[in-house]
């Protein structure tokens, strides 16, 4: 049974930072693409950043960029969202995502809250 468990959010100031870790297990997921995605509140959830498990290549999003880092430890079986010059507007429950690369399984962890106060 695949588990993506969250871990690291909470309240921060503006200009904070925030390091979110995601502990997956129940399979090796080489060949899956391991994900962080948002949702703030009375908004549609939005992809943030991504990262291959093989090869490590990563994906931001515009809004993002230059201030998050998404990194893995194949070790540890963790992806890590480094969060930097936090905002406000980054306020929202963060999930984790795991998604096979043909698409044909998508897994989600339960989310963790991230707050940045102004």
């Known amino acids: 049974q695949v588990q993506l468990v969250e871990s690291g959010g909470g309240l921060v100031q503006a200009g904070g930072v925030l390091r979110l870790s995601c502990a997956a297990s129940?399979?090796?997921?080489?060949?899956?693409?391991m994900g962080w995605f948002r949702q703030a509140s009375g908004k549609e959830r939005e992809f943030v950043a991504n990262?291959?498990?093989?090869?490590?290549?990563?994906s931001y999003a515009a809004s993002v960029k230059g201030r998050f880092t998404i990194s893995r430890d194949n070790g540890k079986n963790t992806v890590y969202l480094q969060m930097n010059s936090l905002k406000p507007e980054d306020t929202a429950v963060y999930y984790c995502?795991?998604?096979?690369?043909?698409?044909?399984?998508?897994?989600w962890g339960q989310g963790t809250q991230v707050t940045v106060s102004s």
């Open positions: 129940g399979r090796t997921f080489s060949g899956y693409t």
């Open positions: 990262i291959r498990w093989s090869g490590g290549r990563t």
């Open positions: 995502n795991a998604r096979c690369l043909s698409g044909l399984s998508d897994y």
